[in-house]
Each structure stands twice: as structure tokens, then as C-alpha cells.
């Protein structure tokens, strides 16, 4: 049997919310939503959780330590919390779960450089700056890699531009740096199954973007401002963290660049096959992991993989 799922929540997070995607990933989500949120598609998905199960033993588990390497997959839509949707649409990956393994990968006593392993159309704009910052102030610690394998678009790129460096896979592709706020209006529907809703409230914004009647100019004026506030924080950011002139950074006007030419817009650092790019980094550590006695990093390894599971 299928678990109910809170589709109108679902859509919450998809429709009248500033995200940093590609309008393909948006199209791709309304897709599985639409049908089911108008009443035509009565299947439940199997493969949809939204709770993603006990939060703390989630964050902890997982972490792939590689020889010094701590690699972290950046896959599928970026979401503020954790949950995951598998056969619907694609995989979830929460920020804060992002920044728990992050977290865990700085305190791991044999990882030497974290790799943020990236394909990812981008997501929520909530929760997106405030990792990006996190990551910015870790690579001090340890130097933190951006791997384009194979793509990393809008909120995608945010995160990446904050690490140390950018690499990026030959047939991979950078970019959308811009934002964009889908409303969902059904009131012409409504209208013609002779269905009225009534909606009563105070507070001049409290009905803002109502899917049931068509949007007014007040709302559109508070889109606009959304959408001109969470423009500036993106363009801003990069051109913070990848050293660049704001006005180079707002030229890109979201386009998606390929490898040659987001290296030219100085958009990442290398092109190089993924794992060219890893094994390049594993090396730089390898005779430091042969200095140290095998029994010790085992006993070592043994010691982390008990704690991290408890």
C-alpha cells in the first residue's frame, strides 16, 4: 500500500518560492505535480518519502572517504531540508544534510581535501547562500573541490563557486546564474467545474499569488522585489567568492556554459575527465599515506567507522 503523499506541500516548495534552477528541472517537477495536483492521475509514486527517515542517523552515514579524499555526491534537486523523491522525478539532497557531511568529512582525521562531486540542475534559493558561506570558510580548513561531473547549474553553481576550486568535466556545463518564481493559477478551471473559493484574511499580502483567482498586480510587484533580492545575493556571492566584478557575473544572464567556455569566463579552473581530476588529487596524497604505518591507519579507520555509526 502507498503512503499518502502531501502533494499541495510538495507544490508549496515548487510554485510562488524563489529557486535557483533551470526551467527544464522546474518542468521536470511540475510534470510529476500537475496531474496529480488537478485531480487527473490518481497513482501514488512509490519511491517518495518526505521525512527521510531519523534525521541524525541520515546526516552521519554515507561519508565515502577514498585514500585522503572525503567525496560527496551533489546530486539531483537542492532542497533547505532533507527528503528524497526516487521514482517521481529525481533525488532530493537537503543543504542541511550537505553541510552535516561536510561537517563530518573537516573532522575525519584521514581526509586530507573534500570533493563535492556535482549533477545537479540547482533548487531552492532558501538555504542555499547560507551553505555556500559554510563552504567558503571551511576550505580554510581543508581545501574543499568543486568535480563538475556533470553538471552544476544555478544553485549548483552557487555551492560550487565557494569552494576552493573548479574542475570540470570536458562535456560538462556550468551556469544559470539567475533566479525564477513559478505561480500555478487554476482559477479558469475552477471556473468552467463551477467550483468557488472563498477566501477571507487580513494583511494586504496574506493572499498573495492565490492559485484561484488571476494574479494581481500587488503580487507581481512583490515577486519582482523576491526575485531582484535573491538575484543580487547570487550574483553578488560568486563574484565574492570567484573574485570577479559583479557587472562580469549579472553579463552571464543565466546562460549555460560548457567547459571551454565557462573556463574563459572564468566561471571554474580546469577541465579535466572526473576521474583524470580525482586520481590527480589522490596523488598529491599518497606519499604522505605511505609515511604512515598500514596497522595504524587501519586501526585508525576501524575507530571512525565505529564512531560514525553510532
Not at 533551470?22 to 518542468?27: E, G, I, M, S
Amino acid at each position: 500500500m502507498h503512503a499518502l503523499i502531501n502533494y499541495p506541500h510538495i507544490a508549496s516548495m515548487v510554485f510562488d518560492t524563489p529557486l535557483y534552477a533551470t526551467p527544464t528541472l522546474v518542468q521536470s517537477v511540475r510534470t510529476v505535480l500537475e496531474p496529480r495536483l488537478l485531480g487527473k492521475a490518481s497513482d501514488l509514486p512509490s519511491g517518495i518519502s518526505l521525512d527521510g527517515g531519523n534525521p541524525e542517523e541520515r546526516e552521519m552515514q554515507r561519508l565515502q572517504v577514498v585514500g585522503r579524499l572525503a567525496i560527496i555526491p551533489v546530486d539531483g534537486i537542492l532542497v533547505a531540508r532533507r527528503g528524497t523523491i526516487n521514482a517521481a522525478c529525481e533525488e532530493l539532497v537537503s543543504y542541511e544534510r550537505l553541510r552535516t557531511q561536510i561537517t563530518a568529512a573537516l573532522k575525519h582525521e584521514l581526509v586530507e581535501e573534500i570533493v563535492l562531486d556535482f549533477h545537479t540542475g540547482g533548487g531552492h534559493a532558501m538555504g542555499c547562500k547560507e551553505l555556500a558561506d559554510f563552504i567558503q570558510v571551511s576550505k580554510a580548513t581543508k581545501p574543499i573541490t568543486a568535480l563538475v561531473n556533470f553538471a552544476a547549474y544555478s544553485a549548483g553553481y552557487f555551492l560550487a563557486s565557494a569552494c576552493t576550486r573548479i574542475i570540470c568535466s570536458p562535456t560538462a556545463g556550468v551556469g544559470s546564474i539567475g533566479v525564477i518564481i513559478e505561480t500555478y493559477e487554476v482559477s479558469r478551471m475552477e471556473e468552467e467545474m463551477g467550483i468557488t473559493f472563498n477566501t477571507f484574511f487580513r494583511g494586504d499580502h496574506k493572499n498573495d499569488g492565490s492559485p484561484h483567482e488571476p494574479i494581481t498586480d500587488q503580487a507581481i510587484a512583490e515577486i519582482n522585489r523576491k526575485l531582484d533580492a535573491h538575484y543580487a545575493s547570487f550574483t553578488q556571492s560568486v563574484a565574492a567568492y570567484r573574485g570577479m566584478d559583479v557587472a562580469d557575473v549579472v553579463a552571464t544572464q543565466a546562460r549555460l556554459y560548457n567547459a571551454e567556455d565557462a573556463l574563459a569566463a572564468n566561471l571554474i579552473d580546469e577541465i579535466a575527465p572526473a576521474q583524470d581530476a580525482i586520481d590527480g588529487i589522490a596523488q598529491r596524497y599518497a606519499s604522505s599515506s605511505r609515511s604512515s604505518s598500514g596497522r595504524s591507519i587501519r586501526a585508525q579507520a576501524r575507530a571512525l567507522d565505529a564512531k560514525c555509526q553510532l
